[in-house]
C-alpha cells in the first residue's frame, strides 16, 4: 500500500508518496517532475508505483504550475526556460530539505520526470553530484541548440534579446550536455522517447544516445523507443521507469 500527502516546501507544492507505514523511515529517494503545462497530479501515478516499489517520492509543481499556475498562456509560453531553470534550483532547496528531516537517504537519490521534467532530470544530472541515477522520458538535455526552435526563447515575442535571454538562464546553459559525456556517461540513465513525438524531436534522444556510444559505448544507458508514441508517456514506458529505478537506486 501507498500513502500520498500534499505538502508545501517554501513555496513549493508537492505531492509527497510514501510506502504506506514508512513516512518517518530513511528510504532512498526519488524526485519527479512533470511536463509543461501539466502538474504535479497528472503524473502523480509515478509516484505511487514508485512508492510502491519502496522509493520516497517528492512530486513537485513547477513555477507557473499547478497550485501556482499561471493563468495567461503567453506568459507560460516566454518562460519555459526560466521555468526550467527554476526546477533546478528548486531541486537544490527540495533536496536538503528531506535530507535535512532524516526522510532522505542521501546516498541513494534519484530524479526522473516528462518532457520539461526530463529536461530537468538531464540538467540536475549535470549539476548535482548527488544525483546517483536519472530518468529522461521524451525530454534532452542539449538546452543550447534545444532553444532555437523549442518554444519562444529571445526575440520580438518576447521582449528579449539573445544575450539578456542567455543572462537570464546563464546557469540552465551551462548545464547543456553536449560537452559532459563523461559525466552522464558515469551513471545509470533511463532515456525513453516516442519516435513519433511531434513536440521534443526524438532526434534529441537519439543523439544522446549516439554520442554515449561513441564516448565508452553506453554501459549506464538504458535506451527505449517506441516507434508510434508521439509526445506522451505511455504504460510501456512507466513500467520500465519503475524497473529502472528499482534495479539502480
Known amino acids: 500500500m501507498v500513502e500520498m500527502y500534499e505538502e508545501n516546501v517554501e513555496g513549493i507544492q508537492l505531492i509527497h508518496a510514501v510506502p504506506a507505514g514508512k513516512y518517518h523511515d530513511l528510504l532512498p529517494t526519488v524526485f519527479f517532475y512533470h511536463g509543461f503545462t501539466s502538474s504535479k497530479e497528472i503524473y502523480s501515478y509515478f509516484g505511487y508505483t514508485l512508492a510502491k516499489a519502496g522509493y520516497r517520492v517528492i512530486l513537485p509543481d513547477a513555477l507557473m504550475h499547478g497550485a501556482r499556475a499561471e493563468p495567461d498562456e503567453s506568459v507560460l509560453l516566454n518562460n519555459f526556460w526560466r521555468i526550467l531553470q527554476t526546477n533546478v534550483t528548486d531541486l537544490a532547496l527540495l533536496k536538503e530539505t528531506f535530507v535535512a528531516r532524516g526522510l532522505a537517504d542521501e546516498n541513494r537519490l534519484g530524479v526522473g520526470g516528462v518532457s520539461m521534467g526530463g529536461m530537468t532530470a538531464m540538467a540536475a544530472l549535470a549539476h548535482f553530484p ?95 523507443s517506441e516507434p508510434t508514441a508521439k509526445h506522451r508517456v505511455s504504460v510501456y514506458a512507466s513500467i520500465r521507469t519503475t524497473e529502472f529505478f528499482a534495479a539502480h537506486l
Open 130 to 224: 548527488w544525483v546517483k541515477v536519472a530518468a529522461n522520458l521524451m525530454g534532452s538535455g542539449y538546452f543550447a541548440s534545444l532553444a532555437d526552435h523549442l518554444y519562444p526563447s529571445f526575440g520580438m515575442d518576447t521582449g528579449l534579446t539573445r544575450e539578456a535571454f542567455e543572462h537570464q538562464t546563464e546557469l540552465l546553459l551551462s548545464l547543456d550536455i553536449s560537452d559532459k559525456m563523461a559525466l552522464i556517461a558515469s551513471k545509470p540513465l533511463l532515456v525513453w522517447h516516442g519516435e513519433q513525438d511531434d513536440v521534443v524531436p526524438f532526434g534529441e534522444s537519439a543523439r544522446l544516445r549516439q554520442a554515449l556510444e561513441a564516448y565508452d559505448d553506453a554501459p549506464n544507458l538504458t535506451f527505449i
